[in-house]
Nanobody
Framework: QVQLVESGGGLVQAGDSLRLSCAAS????????MGWFRQPQGNEREFVAT????????VYADSVKGRFTISRDNTKNTVYLQMNSLKPEDTAVYYC?????????????????WGQGTQVTVSS
């Protein structure tokens, strides 16, 4: 069983930066594609970014491309989401997710494990 614990959320102003972390335990982390998703209040969960097991393949949602960077440290079993130039529309609960597959994926249904989420609020 894989457990995921996100951290790093908070309240910031537009234009600020935040770095989210997701620590994984259980299983072989480097064999898992990982993803970040977010769910604004009252809306559906949406894809943000994904990274393959070795870190070579990364995909981003158009809404965050050029502002957000996903990375991973397989020695620490941790995946990160660096968020720069934050906008009010980035406000959401951010979730980390893990696959039972190596490849990255932008589809929610491809993920087998989810963290509890961390709130990111961007004020204007």
């Amino acid at each position: 069983q894989v457990q995921l614990v996100e951290s790093g959320g908070g309240l910031v102003q537009a234009g600020d930066s935040l770095r989210l972390s997701c620590a994984a335990s259980g299983g072989t982390f480097s064999r898992r594609g990982m993803g970040w998703f977010r769910q604004p209040q009252g809306n559906e969960r949406e894809f943000v970014a994904t990274i393959s097991g070795g870190g070579a393949s990364k995909v981003y949602a158009d809404s965050v491309k050029g502002r957000f960077t996903i990375s991973r440290d397989n020695t620490k079993n941790t995946v990160y989401l660096q968020m720069n130039s934050l906008k009010p529309e980035d406000t959401a609960v951010y979730y980390c997710a893990a696959r039972n597959e190596y490849l990255a994926s932008d589809s929610l249904r491809d993920y087998n494990y989810w963290g509890q989420g961390t709130q990111v609020t961007v004020s204007s």
